[in-house]
Every structure is written in structure tokens, then in C-alpha cells.
């Protein structure tokens, strides 16, 4: 029995690891944009209002993550021409990631450069991440199977999560250690790692294969959309669901660290919440997740995730009312835990929506364009709240949050019925 079962675990692992194989150059380079991010804007609104900075101006550093939201101007771009260097789209992986590496090497040198110099430079290290993204996006769209786009998901949230560890936790958390110029350069260096296992990549032979026999969308050929009048008209209502869902998410979810700074958690421990129990939750929800859509229905799990979202909001706003610290970091770990449950599904379904000729440009409509919409509350949220305090902030949020999940939840089992698929 012994004799036998030690072959038989290794056969598993071995057939695990063949498994898991195509997701790293995925996983690698997602790594790189939740490190990135999480670097240039994770660490710095935390610091800033831990030194007194009123919480309206600690709002608009969520500008920096403005490229994020902006990609659906350049998208088009990606999906019309190709580079002569690679692939179609890990041509332009490469170029944008090379630009980012660049944009960071820069960055080092400037520890004494004036601020908006910097800010410029965060910006646009931001729009080149950003831009690797919707490529990578349209690349998944283009040679990944319907039926295995939940693991890329589940990958996607997976790099994002251990790239925010690295990013927030270790490079921030080692600032003292490192200082600006070693902190910077490591991040560069990590993203020039995370670029090579997708050069090699078969981009051509892969999107061959799914083109003779890939899906296409709800019992349909191939798309032929007559321009961008009629792809927005498509798209539209699905931006303004994603829009309002990534909004509320946000103003119930986003400010959490800021309002336990408030309640007098010491900024140490914040900084652990946001750059490691936070990333590390994701980073188990996403491994979890596509099990879970799969075993309970993907509707069912929005529905326990919201849940769990609105009861994180609910124990917060006693937390403030009380002034009770350690409540507040209960509500913030449960929010984490519950918002985890619906980052795979929310995925998921984006692939789904952005089937088409056309998927950099429709990526970027779904998600950019929807975290465009987004960003005038993000920004106003901390100000909103230093109005009318923490407690009736979250009190005021979670009707927002309930109204925003629902629709949602009503759009991804329209498409699911649409499919044919379990929910």
C-alpha cells in the first residue's frame, strides 16, 4: 500500500504542475501589475494621512491609478496595429512592460525631484502597466477556451494579490532598509523578470487553433460590428453595471484603512492589513473561487460574497460610532474575506463580455472605461466621509453597495442564461 501510494502522489503533482504550467506566464506578469500598482499608490495615502494630511487631498492621490481607467482611448490602437517585434499582442506586452521598466529606472534617480515631476512619472509608469494589461487581456480573450478563462481569472487575482504583498508589504514595509532608490529599482527588476515566460508564449499557432473552433458569443458566428457607434450600443449597459459595481465596491470597501487610522489603529498595523492580510486573502479567495462558482453557482456566489460586504460595512459602522479599533479591523478582514468571493466571477464574465473582433478595445470598455466612471467617487469618497463622518459614510454606502451588487447579479445571469450555462 505504502509502495504504491508514493508513485501515485507523484504522478498527481506532476500532472498538477502540467496543469498549472500555462497559467505562469499569466501569473508572472499579472505579479507585475499588482507589485507596480501597488508600489507607486498602495503605500503613500496611508503614510500621508498618518502625518496629518486632510483626508480630501489624500483622495486625489487615487489619480495616479487614472491610466487604469483611461486605456479604452488607446485600446483601439493595440487591436489595429502590430508591432514588428513578436506577436501580435505580446509584441506590444513587451513593448509596454519594457516601457514601464524603463519609467522606474528613472524614477530611482528622483528621490529629491519635485513632487509633480514624480507624480508624472508614477502616471505614466501607470498608463504602461495599464496598457500590458489590456493586451494581456485580449491575449487570454483570443487563445484561451471559454471553459478555461476561470483559471486565468483565478491567476489574474492571484499575481495581483502576491504582486500587492510585494509591492506594499515588502518593498514599502523594507523602505527604511532599502530607500527610494533600491525600493524603486527592485520593483523595475521584478517586472523585467516577470516578462520572459510570456515571450515564449504561442500566440500565432494558439489563436489559429481557437479560430477554427473556438466559441463565439450566446449561438452566434463571428462578430462583424459596424464600428464604434455599434460596439458601444452593445457594451453599454454592461459598462454602466461594471461602472456602478467597481463605484460601490470602492466607497464600501476602499476607505476601510483610512477610518481605522481614524479610530487610532497605529499606522504599522494598517500598513500589514493593506499590504498583507489584504493581498494574502485575495490571493486564497482566487484559488478558491473558481471551485466554489463551479460547485455553488456563479449568481450564488455574488450573492455570499455581497453578503458578507454588506455585514462588513454594518460591524464598521458601529466600530466608528463606538470607537471600537478592534471591531473596525474585524469589519475590514471581513470585508476582505467576503469582496474575495467575487473578483473571479466579476472576471470571468468581463472575458465572457469582451468576446469579439475587437477584445483589447472591448477589455478596455468593460473594464477601463467602468473604472473610469468610477474614479470621480473614489476621489470624493475620503472627502465625503471627513463631511459627514465615518459612520454615516458607511451608513449612507451600503444601499449604494446592495442596489449595485444586485444589478450586477441580474446582468451575469442574464448572460449565463443567455449561454445556456449553469449558474
Known sequence: MTGSAGPAIGTRVVDTLAALRPLAPFFCLYVTFGATLGFLSGGAPLILRARGVELAEVGLLQLINLPVGLTFLWAPLLDRLRLPILGHRIGWIAAAQAASVLLLVVLSLGEAWPLPALLALAIAACACVATMDIALEALVVETVPAERRAFVASAKLCGASLGGILGVGVLVGSYDSLGWRGAVLACAALDALCLLPILGYRESRLRETRSAGADTAAGAGPERWSGSL??????????????????ASY???GPNTLALLDLGVPLGQVG????????????????????LAARFGTVRLIAVGALGVLASGGLMVVACAGRVPDLGITAAVLGFV?????GVPVFNMIYRWAQGPKPATDYALLFGAA??????????????AGWIGWPGYFATTLPLYAAAVAWLAVAVDRTLRDDGAAR
Open 338 to 342: 467576503a469582496g474575495g468571493f467575487l
Open 230 to 247: 455599434a460596439r458601444l450600443r452593445r457594451l453599454g449597459g454592461r459598462v454602466l453595471v461594471l461602472g456602478a459595481y467597481f463605484a
Open 251 to 253: 466607497l464600501v470597501g
Open 272 to 291: 500589514t492589513l493593506t499590504g498583507t492580510v489584504l493581498p494574502a486573502v485575495n490571493l486564497v479567495m482566487a484559488l478558491a473561487a473558481g471551485w
Open 371 to 384: 473604472f473610469f466612471a468610477a474614479m470621480p467617487l473614489r476621489v470624493a469618497a475620503p472627502a465625503l
